[in-house]
C-alpha cells in the first residue's frame, strides 16, 4: 500500500499563501493518481484538487479555481498544493489521497495521509 505523509499546514492570515506537501513511499508512487481533499469541523470530506499520475492532468473544485495548484514532483516522490489568497472558509484538516482511478470521489481512494491542518484567520 501506498504511504502518504502532509506537511506544510499552519495558521494564515486571510490573504496569504501556504504550500502543502505529500511525501510517498511505498507503492510505486508514479503508478497513482493524487488527490487533495479537506474536511472541516462539522462538515463531510470535500475534493479539492486532483493531480494525474505523470501530472499532465489537474482538475479542481469550483471553490478553489485560480487559487490553489497543485503539481508533482516524481523524483522526490512529492505532490504539492499551493493555496494563495486563503479565505477563512478554507480553514480544514488537508489530505492527499492515491487512487489507480482519475476520479475526484473520495471513496474510489485508497491510500490516505494523516492530515494536516490548515487554518486561515480573517
Known amino acids: 500500500q501506498l504511504q502518504l505523509v502532509e506537511s506544510g499546514g499552519g495558521l494564515v492570515q486571510a490573504g496569504g499563501s501556504l504550500r502543502l506537501s505529500c511525501a510517498a513511499s511505498?507503492?510505486?508512487?508514479?503508478?497513482?493518481?493524487v488527490g487533495w481533499f479537506r474536511q472541516a469541523p462539522g462538515k463531510e470530506r470535500a475534493f479539492v484538487a486532483l493531480?494525474?499520475?505523470?501530472?499532465?492532468?489537474?482538475t479542481y473544485a469550483e471553490v478553489v479555481k485560480g487559487r490553489f495548484t497543485v503539481s508533482r514532483d516524481s523524483a522526490r516522490n512529492t505532490v504539492y498544493l499551493q493555496m494563495n489568497n486563503l479565505r477563512p472558509e478554507d480553514t480544514a484538516v488537508y489530505y492527499c489521497?492515491?487512487?489507480?482511478?482519475?476520479?475526484?470521489?473520495?471513496?474510489?481512494?485508497?491510500?490516505w495521509g494523516q492530515g494536516t491542518q490548515v487554518t486561515v484567520s480573517s
Open positions: 489521497a492515491g487512487s489507480r482511478v482519475f476520479i475526484t470521489t473520495a471513496g474510489a481512494y485508497d491510500s
Open positions: 493531480i494525474s499520475w505523470m501530472g499532465r492532468s489537474t
Open positions: 511505498g507503492r510505486t508512487f508514479s503508478n497513482y493518481h
